[in-house]
């Protein structure tokens, strides 16, 4: 029997727990013009799934009425736009179009309409070859749903596709956007002077899942399907998780691989070695890498504890003031490192961090 999970990046889990009211709302929303989820930000840190629920939307939008566009920023994501519309315009509509050519790009394909001679230059710009194919779209009675994944901040191109979508909602064609991005890179967009209508947008943060639906699901998966193995070890594996999403997928993909080997008492032990270190290697490593030689010194002073950790204490081990403390504590719950677990009070918002932390510290000489 296959593997049911996927830990690979970017792929819909066959096993997706914990976002299905989030998918329905943005689906319902094609269908509700007043609804606040046509416009849409979802904010996450490394491994929660953002990818994978905007490929669950995607999956879930298939309609005859509906054009969904997946837009990855890019040297080329303004050309990928007009491309997605344009190859998916029913032929009869395509072919009374001007004229376009195509251009080879790095990343892909891009279009543009074939210049004439008597031709205004503006018929070669972005907003007036969208306008001429979401006019099409609109006579056909579609509606347009732009999904943003891995959204850049300072990036031009995004300016303008964001901006480009508001004149859209505001001329009231049928369109929806849901912008996927880390938690600093949204908040940067949303104070963007260009892009204040982002306030106004939904805004959801991914949280880990529940451990309870963890349970569940791992109990239904693991004991359903007479693997043999007991009810403890698939609960020890599922607490293990923390709900991180990654680290489901990681887990239950390395319990249902180990199974097939055989059900001794070390089964579960090789299963978080193996889990740990696909974290420590695909997320933890490039967190850190991200970090500011300050920022890696706080997260090192909050290693000391094992559970939460007191903001003065920290204060205490780095022998800075509290004004100090205060920046690169705010500074790092907007990157989505830490988070407050209670009035000055800290914990780390990735699992095993610390266990990864103290590795470093052991790395580097500490």
Do not use: C
Request: no cysteine; net charge neutral.
């Amino acid at each position: 029997m296959k593997n049911p999970f996927t830990p690979s990046f970017g792929n819909r889990p066959t096993h997706f727990y914990g976002r299905q009211e989030i998918t329905r709302e943005i689906i319902a929303a094609v269908g509700d013009s007043n609804s606040p989820w046509r416009t849409t930000l979802i904010t996450g840190v490394r491994g929660s799934g953002k990818t994978a629920l905007l490929s669950d939307i995607r999956i879930n939008l298939d309609s005859r009425d509906v054009i969904s566009l997946y837009v990855v920023p890019n040297e080329a994501l303004l050309d990928s736009v007009l491309v997605q519309l344009y190859r998916q315009l029913p032929k009869s509509i395509s072919g009374s179009m001007p004229e376009f050519k195509n251009i080879s790009v790095n990343l892909g394909v891009t279009v543009s309409f074939e210049k004439d001679k008597k031709t205004p230059y503006f018929t070669e710009t972005f907003s007036y070859q969208i306008m001429e194919l979401m006019d099409a779209y609109m006579k056909q009675g579609k509606h347009i749903v732009f999904l943003v994944d891995e959204a850049q901040k300072h990036t031009e191109d995004m300016r303008i596709l964001i901006s480009k979508y508001q004149d859209l909602v505001m001329r009231e064609y049928s369109v929806s956007m849901v912008i996927a991005g880390l938690p600093s890179v949204v908040t940067d967009m949303i104070n963007d002077d260009i892009l204040t209508f982002l306030r106004r947008a939904k805004q959801i943060e991914l949280e880990n899942i529940e451990l309870m639906v963890v349970e569940y699901e791992f109990k239904k998966v693991f004991l359903s399907a007479g693997t043999g193995l007991t009810e403890e070890v698939v609960l020890k594996a599922a607490a293990g998780t923390y709900g991180y999403p990654y680290m489901i997928q990681l887990i239950g993909y390395y319990l249902w691989d180990e199974m097939q080997v055989g059900n001794d008492n070390r089964i579960l032990d090789n299963v978080l070695l193996k889990s740990k270190a696909e974290l420590f290697r695909n997320v933890h490593r490039l967190v850190f890498a991200g970090l500011s030689s300050v920022e890696r010194e706080f997260v090192f002073a909050m290693s000391e504890d094992e559970g939460a950790s007191p903001v003065a204490l920290i204060g205490e081990r780095m022998q800075k003031k509290k004004s100090y403390i205060s920046t690169y504590r705010e500074r790092l719950i907007t990157a989505g490192v830490i988070k407050p677990a209670g009035y000055g009070i800290l914990r780390f918002v990735y699992p095993y961090m610390r266990e990864f932390l103290l590795y470093k510290k052991r790395e580097q000489g500490f």
